[in-house]
């Protein structure tokens, strides 16, 4: 059986976002499924020595303009929420909790999470506003905002985090398909030719 492409992002990245709308629609082409794992960007940062784009000198309003001009080539929209860059812990938590019951609607809720924050600029750190947008897509919202102080969810995320660095892992979005690593959104065309052509 083929191995699923392994997509893996931080609900505060707007490339993340971006990729999105991209990477379910890329596997399918080629009868391939996605495993989408959100992982805490914030302590990969810590390992690499790295910080998020937008606060770097000269590179962060390239980015900023990069992003935007992205997302108008994809017509998609693109604001930064309020507090931007955002701490995704409860998202994430929320996210794990329901892909151990039912991971299609996990990917669903982190659909929904990355609209609410770069489509209607919300900031989602908040353990009430991840509840409420599960609420908006069918969720039970109080069962979730339990649900992201359970040490369930807690273990998880913080795993998920853990084997995200061990492996390398150390931006977002970030693929890996059939063992080959693949950094940022403007790789995806390349996720499409290495599934095309069996790699290079």
Same mark, same amino acid.
């Given at each position: 059986m083929v191995a699923p492409l392994e997509f893996y992002f931080d609900?505060?990245?707007?490339?993340?976002? !971006?990729?999105?709308?991209r990477i379910d629609e890329i596997a399918a082409e080629f009868g391939r499924t996605v495993t989408w794992r959100p992982y805490l960007?914030?302590?990969?940062?810590?390992?690499?020595g790295q910080s998020p784009l937008v606060s770097?000198?000269?590179?962060? @309003?390239?980015h900023l303009r990069d992003m935007e001009r992205t997302a108008r080539r994809l017509k998609? @929209?693109?604001? !930064? @929420?309020?507090g931007f860059p955002m701490a995704t812990t409860a998202?994430?938590?929320?996210?794990?909790w329901l892909d151990s019951k039912d991971p299609g609607k996990a990917r669903d809720l982190a659909k929904a999470l990355y609209r609410a924050a770069f489509a209607q600029a919300r900031n989602? *750190?908040? *353990?009430?506003?991840?509840?409420?947008v599960a609420?908006?897509?069918? !969720?039970?919202?109080?069962e979730v905002k339990t649900a992201i102080g359970s040490p369930e969810a807690k273990e998880r995320l913080r795993a998920e985090t853990e084997n995200a660095i061990a492996r390398g892992i150390f931006g977002s979005p970030f693929f890996i398909i059939d063992g080959e690593p693949f950094w940022g959104n403007d790789r995806l065309d390349d996720v499409r030719?290495?599934?095309? *052509?069996?790699?290079?």
């Open positions: 609900f505060s990245s707007p490339y993340g976002y !971006l990729a999105s709308y960007l914030g302590v990969a940062f810590k390992s690499s770097q000198p000269m590179r962060g @309003p390239y998609v @929209p693109m604001v !930064l @929420p309020e998202a994430g938590r929320a996210f794990y989602i *750190t908040p *353990t009430e506003v991840v509840a409420a609420g908006e897509i069918g !969720l039970d919202a109080a030719e290495w599934l095309k *052509t069996g790699g290079w």
